[in-house]
């Protein structure tokens, strides 16, 4: 059973648009909901991380959106460039608990000029 | 750089073969986290240790085995190899082993199983 369902699996998006790219969880005890930028040959880092006591964080271009009562969160990049070109992958976990991170399958973000 | 070393890189072996991975965290990190990366199923938690001992354990098959050293590095110990293994593998650390604290991953080993 997939716990994050993770939508669209892949984006191709013009250079200076807007990156959209959801998720939605099923367990409400997930409390910490972290973003991980991957670019081919090299590990997942994070990127930006949000908890359920605030419905917007933004960092530079980077802005996630979360939707608790629809138990869905977003992750917005403004004025996408040609090195955002990446795989992204959200995550939930119960961090009160302890949980390990459960990740959604990934989206392949394509930048073009 | 995240500061975690994974070696090797790259690992080509055959089926019923036994394999070990290796992974050194990141300098003031205690725990580990062991990671399968495949195409069709994503990123999947196998396991994961706090200074030494075993925090939380995920989807890892029995054939899988791992542990942390007391220098806190880590291995992957995968046994009776099966085509369905090949992966890539990757480590990740963090320094007080929450789950609500920032992973930091190594670039990974990639296994092919012929």
């Known amino acids: 059973q997939q716990q994050v369902k993770q939508s669209p699996q892949s984006l191709i998006v013009q250079k200076g648009g807007i990156s959209i790219i959801n998720c939605a969880y099923e367990?409400?005890?997930?409390?910490?909901f972290p973003w991980y930028q991957q670019f081919p040959g090299k590990g997942p880092a994070l990127l930006i991380a949000i908890r359920p006591d605030v419905s917007e964080k933004k960092e530079g271009r980077f802005t996630i959106s979360f939707n608790k009562s629809a138990k869905q969160f977003s992750l917005h990049i403004m004025d996408s460039q040609p090195g955002d070109s990446a795989t992204y992958f959200c995550?939930?976990?119960?961090?009160?608990?302890?949980?390990?991170?459960?990740f959604g399958k990934g989206t392949r973000l394509s930048v073009i000029a | 750089d995240s500061g975690v070393t994974q070696t090797p890189k790259h690992l080509i072996t055959a089926t019923g073969q036994r394999v070990t991975l290796r992974c050194s965290p990141r300098s003031g990190d205690l725990s580990v986290y062991w990671y399968q990366q495949s195409l069709d199923q994503g990123l999947q938690f196998l396991i994961q240790y706090y200074n030494g001992e075993e925090r939380a354990k995920g989807n890892i098959l029995e054939r899988f085995s791992a542990q942390q050293f007391p220098d806190l590095h880590s291995e992957l110990n995968l046994s009776s190899l099966e085509l369905g293994d090949s992966a890539l593998y990757f480590c990740?650390?963090?320094?007080?082993?929450?789950?609500?604290?920032?992973?930091?991953f190594g670039d990974g080993t990639r296994l092919s199983i012929l």
């Open positions: 995550a939930a976990s119960r961090g009160s608990g302890n949980t390990p991170l459960v």
């Open positions: 367990n409400t005890a997930f409390d910490y």
């Open positions: 990740a650390s963090s320094v007080s082993g929450l789950s609500n604290q920032p992973q930091h």
